[in-house]
């Protein structure tokens, strides 16, 4: 059974952090290495973005609204990929999606709620 399971979300203040994690399991990802993943954000009313990527050669690339603040990374023994998110503003608040690729399907997580706020 395929599965991306996304954790981590949460309150947070102004300038806060949070470090969300993307996990993949299923007998597919036994070479989880070679899947690119995305990590994309849905706000109430807009379409949903991508905020960041990293190929299975840890090549990685940010939108520009997140660019020296999130960090996109990735633990193939784990079959996870992680966002680390710093100084987070207001407008970050969206659901966190991951999304696990590789030509010609791709994989949808069901999403975890970042909220900032004070």
């Known amino acids: 059974q395929v599965q991306v399971v996304e954790s981590g979300g949460g309150l947070v203040q102004p300038g806060g952090s949070l470090r969300l994690s993307c996990a993949a399991s299923?007998?597919?990802?036994?070479?989880?290495?070679?899947?690119?993943v995305g990590w994309y954000r849905q706000a109430p009313g807009k379409q949903r973005e991508l905020v960041a990527d990293?190929?299975?050669?840890?090549?990685?690339n940010y939108v520009d609204s997140v660019k020296g603040r999130f960090t996109i990374s990735r633990d193939n023994a784990k079959n996870t990929v992680y966002l680390q998110m710093n100084s987070l503003k207001p407008e970050d608040t969206a659901v966190y999606y991951c999304?696990?690729?590789?030509?010609?399907?791709?994989?949808w997580g069901e999403g975890t709620q970042v909220t900032v706020s004070s």
């Open positions: 999304y696990v690729y590789r030509s010609p399907r791709g994989y």
């Open positions: 299923g007998s597919i990802f036994n070479f989880f290495s070679l899947y690119a």
């Open positions: 990293i190929t299975m050669g840890g090549n990685t």
